[in-house]
């Protein structure tokens, strides 16, 4: 009786129908359209919580933008003249250059034996990475400015430099130390009160222009490649040698053409589940501090190759227990370092291209006294290289995430399933409310009365 006025139709057929039959199918059909329609919400509601994306891709066409930081580093960390001061721990005011007069590298033999915790286990550790270790862990123990001075100098590093046409220097370069590359210099870093130059110039005979000398001369034993390493990062963030760059060989003209790329993520309870770094701050530095945390607490030291952080040390390698715990625990710790990716983090798609440099017919000033002291055109080859960073285009592609499903399409999805379904509107939802209140208080009284 509770139906019969009801503005829901089939439930009004329910109610008013004066044969079982039609009672019957009419019932059936209240059946039928709530299983349908619950399905459908649910099935709606499950990929609506899966919290799915999709991806917009913009090309933004600028007249000019930032100019990516560039960052170059030798591939000899250390000058070889310097080499003996390094194995007998000495600071360069200490060091005695003429130590070293061109022994060979059985005069300088490390140390170096195979940790026990191999031998027991019947493994044997590549002898030239301890060799590599051993080396860097004394080279850690020097202080900064030691470090800077035993390297590799901007002053000659860098024999001609060329921005937007103008000539630039080594001045324009500022100094990044990294723990396992020595000295590296960066070209347009960017300072809060100092920000990174722009450019309206694309293609080749625009951007940044190098001339290095790798001073192939000062190479030691354990540097097996010949050339620069080159970071192509953002100018306000530090770069990260042994994450990311690449390398360029002597004795060519290497074009580095770039464009610019963002990523737009979104923060959980999407998938990526992206957090907003600081500035300065992203997902490889979180992970490196990890690594650096876990392996500290581990083996209460860290690794040469790292940046040691405040108030830690680096691992002994004369400590054969400390020695053992870096070589168990690395691969542990590795897969427990997880930091969560950027939610916005700007990047470089790089195009790589060379020619073979000086040809026969090219001839600057540094080649004419390089010439006049006898060095012909190939040996010159084997030390000099010729780098080239440009933009190849101003299109700024940006990949933006957004929710595949909007919070009003929830209430559209249902009332849209409801209404295909069942023929309910958001009144009649409160009028079923309201009739199903009503039966069961009738259905209480009704029992409190047999009672009595």
């Given amino acids: ?214 001073e192939t001369t000062e190479y030691f034993w354990l540097t097996d490649r010949v050339g620069t390493w080159v970071v192509i990062h953002d100018p306000y963030d530090d770069p990260e040698p042994s994450e990311e760059g690449l390398s360029v060989s002597p004795g060519f003209e290497t074009n580095i053409a770039v464009s610019k790329i963002t990523f737009s993520r979104l923060p959980y309870p999407y998938k990526d589940k992206c957090i907003p770094y600081q500035s300065g701050d992203n997902q490889r530095k979180c992970e490196a501090k990890c690594f650096r945390d876990a392996m500290y607490s581990a083996c209460s030291c860290q690794l040469p190759f790292q940046d040691v952080a405040r108030d830690a040390r680096y691992c002994d390698l004369e400590n054969d227990a400390e020695i053992c715990c870096i070589f168990q625990k690395v691969k542990e710790i590795e897969n427990k370092c997880q930091c969560p990716l950027e939610c916005e983090i700007s990047s470089y798609d790089i195009k790589i291209s060379n020619a073979m440099w000086p040809s026969e017919a090219y001839i600057t000033p540094r080649m004419v006294d390089a010439f006049d002291e006898n060095i012909s055109r190939e040996e010159f080859r084997k030390f000099s290289l010729k780098l080239k960073v440009y933009y190849d285009t101003l299109q700024h592609v940006i990949y933006r995430q957004k929710p595949m499903f909007d919070d009003s399409e929830v209430l559209s999805q249902i009332g849209g399933q409801m209404g295909l379904w069942l023929g309910v509107s958001l009144i009649a939802i409160f009028e079923c409310v309201e009739n199903l209140v009503l039966v069961w208080q009738f259905w209480r009284n009704n029992r409190i009365l047999d009672r009595i």
């Avoid at 990294?178 to 210099?185: I, M, Q, R, S």
């Fill in 1 to 214: 009786m509770f139906f019969k006025k009801s503005s829901v139709y089939a439930l009004n057929q329910v109610a008013n129908s004066k044969t079982r039959t039609r009672k019957f199918f009419w019932s059936f059909l209240v059946v039928v359209g709530l299983i349908g329609c619950c399905s459908q919400i649910i099935r709606y509601l499950t990929a609506y919580y899966k919290y799915p994306v999709v991806v917009n891709v913009d090309t933004v066409s600028e007249f000019s933008q930032t100019f990516p930081a560039v960052t170059i580093c030798n591939l000899n960390a250390v000058r070889k003249r310097f080499i003996p001061c390094i194995l007998q721990e000495l600071s360069y005011e200490e060091c005695n250059e003429s130590l070293y007069t061109n022994q060979s590298k059985d005069q300088f033999q490390f140390n170096v034996s195979q940790p026990n915790c191999f031998k027991e286990t019947k493994k044997t550790f590549n002898p030239e990475t301890l060799e590599t270790m051993w080396f860097y862990f004394l080279y850690s123990k020097i202080d900064a400015d030691s470090r800077k001075n035993y390297g590799h100098q901007k002053e000659t590093f860098i024999t001609s430099c060329s921005f937007n046409h103008e000539i630039c220097s080594h001045e324009n370069f500022t100094l990044y130390q990294d723990p396992a590359f020595g000295n590296c210099y960066t070209f347009n870093k960017g300072y809060d009160n100092k920000p990174p130059l722009t450019t309206s110039f694309i293609g080749p005979n625009g951007g940044l222009q190098l001339e290095l000398d790798l």
